[in-house]
């Protein structure tokens, strides 16, 4: 009976030993490609004309755009800002990070209450999440801070010498809200600002399925929140949490 489990064992012992190593030594290759797998295919399915698709098919997207009719956006919550934006609004787990200026403001992006402010010798031009729970600033100087996100108290400070010029670009785009950032929606959509309207569009029809007038010219849009499925504008002086409610 012995013999009999012997070879079994050694089997699920070496398995264990292979899957630790997998786990804690191994490098990342077979995970990279994966990753690039996936997104080979996705893009060549994104890429496939409507037109193309067998009929049957077809006739299953029409289906399902019309199941799109079901969409809009609502707002959960808006307040008035007694400062102006400088950039798009930021937002992580808990928080929400607006940046005027020399100012960044910190809010609870659930109930807009408000988490900490800190103000700096200079404006404002680069605003970045990075790891350890900081924020990164870099201002016009040429200094670069990383802040606490949940006190704003400074962690470390580098000075980068030469005068830092912004990534952001501050002309507002469309959002495009794919399966992967939405499980609710099967094909993607876009959010378009048009001056004082959000206005979502099927990206493979271009049919405008919902329009959200916010009384108010668009200054910023913040990304879309996965978890709260939401996105943050900016319009007017006032800020508002806007939520994708899929029925």
């Not at 899957?19 to 030594?25: G, I, L, N, R």
């Not at 809010?107 to 790891?131: M, T």
Request: some cysteine; proline content about 2%.
């Amino acid at each position: 009976m012995k013999k009999k489990h012997y070879i079994p064992a050694v089997f699920i012992i070496v398995a264990i030993l292979l899957s630790a190593y997998y786990v804690f030594f191994r490098d990342n290759e077979i995970e990279i490609q994966l990753d690039r797998s996936r997104y080979i295919i996705n893009q060549r399915i994104r890429n496939i004309e409507l037109e193309r698709f067998p009929l049957r098919l077809q006739l299953e997207f029409e289906r399902l755009r019309r199941d799109f009719t079901n969409i809009q956006l609502q707002k959960e919550w808006t307040t008035e800002l007694t400062f102006d934006l400088t950039h798009p609004p930021f937002f992580d787990l808990r928080n929400l990070y607006l940046v005027s200026f020399d100012k960044l403001a910190v809010y609870n992006k659930n109930d807009l209450n408000s988490v900490w402010v800190k103000q700096l010798d200079f404006d404002i031009e680069s605003f970045s999440l990075i790891d350890g729970n900081n924020i990164l600033v870099i201002d016009s100087n040429g200094s670069a801070y990383a802040l606490n996100r949940n006190t704003g108290d400074l962690n470390w400070s580098q000075s980068i010498h030469e005068r830092y010029i912004s990534e952001h670009s501050f002309s507002i785009k469309p959002i495009l809200i794919t399966h992967n950032e939405d499980k609710r929606i099967i094909t993607s959509i876009i959010i378009f600002p048009i001056n004082n309207e959000l206005r979502i569009f099927c990206s493979i029809t271009g049919e405008n399925l919902f329009t959200l007038d916010l009384e108010d010219y668009i200054y910023f849009l913040s990304e879309y929140d996965q978890i709260s499925n939401a996105i943050y504008v900016s319009y007017g002086n006032r800020i508002a949490k806007i939520i994708l409610d899929k029925r």
